[in-house]
Nanobody, 114 residues
Framework: QVQLVESGGGLVQPGGSLRLSCAASGSAFSMDAMGWYRQAPGKQRELVAVTSGGTTTYTASVKGRFTISRDNIKDTVYLQMNSLKPEDTAVYYC?????????WGKGTLVTVSS
């Protein structure tokens, strides 16, 4: 069973930075795609960024501020978040896809507030 463990969330002031990490385990195969979603209070979960086969995709609101990267050997995905805004406050979930199956982490809370 694939397990995803996130880390790196916390409280940061507007304009600050955080780096999220997500390590996948439990599979003999490397994930087909890995990415990050987020869910703010009262809102639906939305895609933040995803990386697959060397291609990366970002939602418009984070382009130029967030960077997704992946260590294929460690099967770990990172999300570097810069110039954070209060509207980035949400629970961030790691997602991995393997053979068309979706796996999710438990989420890590990011709070952007002064």
């Amino acid at each position: 069973q694939v397990q995803l463990v996130e880390s790196g969330g916390g409280l940061v002031q507007p304009g600050g930075s955080l780096r999220l990490s997500c390590a996948a385990s439990g599979s003999a195969f490397s994930m087909d795609a890995m990415g990050w979603y987020r869910q703010a209070p009262g809102k639906q979960r939305e895609l933040v960024a995803v990386t697959s086969g060397g291609t990366t995709t970002y939602t418009a609101s984070v382009k130029g501020r967030f960077t997704i990267s992946r260590d294929n050997i460690k099967d770990t995905v990172y999300l570097q978040m810069n110039s954070l805004k209060p509207e980035d406050t949400a629970v961030y979930y790691c997602n991995a896809v393997l053979s068309r199956l979706d796996f999710w982490g438990k989420g890590t809370l990011v709070t952007v507030s002064s």
